[in-house]
């Protein structure tokens, strides 16, 4: 079966034997995802397990399983490849120049094949200035826990975020900003480079799909300081201490943590409500577990919980690994072209509807 025919009708989960048989030669003989019997996690010279360096959590696998493509929670590894394959190849496709002599209808063709790896893709291409394949750093694999791959980050039964109490849907994760163009401070706190959009910086800390899924981590005695790329966040924990209580919420939440044998344990509190997670915030406790499994991985996994919106804690769980270089400034300000743009425009639209009421 051909690469095209087997996107066109089923996607990435369902693929052709020809691929299979290819991508499964790619195994590697050591799983770096696996704890291997003997290995001890290296330890700085405070003596805490060492965490330290420059990790990504950039992955094709989504947040939230989609259950058009598969419902079961693991893919075998062979499928995995597979896919892996084909979005490589339709992204590069995606990305290549574009001929003079192309076709509208085939530059489209290559664009819905990307689109049905990465539906998400679409909400960043599809507006006036969105991007297109070329500033897109997804990530080229599926993500790998423990010796297998992950139809979702999200380790819920399903896959799915869990439905509130109050018996709505799960609802989405809810920006700020949209619709409204009176000020600057009713935009969203992407627009106005406080912090980035998606969940990068967290917590829970999960890659936004696009690009800038990099991070710094650096530990001290006192302190573990998160260095998130998107707009240049930095998460900083504080270590064997207590939550404020003086009603402030800081972005991102307060931090505290502490070692757990080889893990990192953080517990973060008073959200603010511009950050909710999933309309939760007021309540909303994230913990969160950093555990390094070998030399090139470190195992994340976080729980979230709010009594007064879900029934019980959910969470979910992934790899990071090491990031190709260094995560540099991200210098949003500088570029923010865009909120003095919007802003001028809106005010440019009620002057020219005024000017149009008094002439009538």
């Not at 694999?141 to 980050?153: D, F, I």
């Not at 998460?235 to 207590?242: A, E, N």
């Amino acid at each position: 079966m051909r690469l095209a025919v087997v996107l066109a009708l089923s996607g990435a989960f369902s693929v052709g034997s020809a691929i299979v048989a290819q991508a499964a030669a790619q195994v590697a003989n050591v799983d770096p995802t696996v704890r291997q019997s003997g290995w001890k996690v290296p330890r700085n010279p405070e003596g805490q397990p060492e965490l330290s360096g420059y990790w990504s959590n950039a992955t094709m696998t989504p947040t939230v399983r989609n259950l058009r493509l598969t419902r079961d929670a693991v893919l075998p590894d062979a499928q995995a490849h597979a896919a892996e394959a084909a979005f490589a190849q339709a992204l590069a496709k995606a990305d290549a120049p574009t001929k003079t002599d192309q076709k509208p209808t085939d530059a489209k063709a290559d664009e819905d094949k990307l689109l049905k790896l990465r539906p998400e893709f679409a909400a960043a291409g599809g507006d006036v200035g969105g991007y297109n394949a070329f500033w897109l750093d997804p990530g080229g694999h599926l993500m790998r826990v423990n010796g297998q791959y992950r139809t979702s980050l999200l380790t819920t039964p399903d896959g799915q975020i869990p439905k509130r109490k109050d018996g709505g849907g799960a609802g989405a994760f809810r920006r700020n900003g949209l619709g409204s163009f009176d000020n600057p401070e009713n935009r969203s706190l992407g627009e106005r480079c406080i912090i980035g959009f998606g969940r990068n910086a967290g917590p829970p800390m999960l890659p936004n799909g696009f690009y800038n899924n990099n991070y710094e981590i650096i530990q001290t005695p006192r302190y573990v300081a998160i260095d998130v790329e998107m707009v240049h966040d930095v998460r900083v924990i504080r270590l064997d201490s207590q939550h404020r209580t003086d009603g402030i919420r800081p972005w991102m939440g307060d931090s505290i943590g502490h070692y757990e044998g080889d893990t990192l344990v953080v517990e973060t509190t008073n959200i603010p409500q511009a950050q909710n997670f999933f309309g939760s915030w007021k309540n909303l406790k994230v913990t969160e577990w950093f555990t390094r499994v070998s030399p090139t991985r470190i195992d994340y996994r976080f729980q979230v919980e709010d009594p007064d919106t879900w029934d019980k804690p959910w969470g979910g769980e992934y790899d990071f690994a090491p990031l190709t270089g260094i995560v540099y400034e991200y210098a949003c300000h500088e570029g923010n072209y865009a909120l003095p743009g919007m802003l001028a425009g809106a005010r440019h639209a009620e002057a020219a509807a005024k000017a149009k009421t008094g002439a009538e």
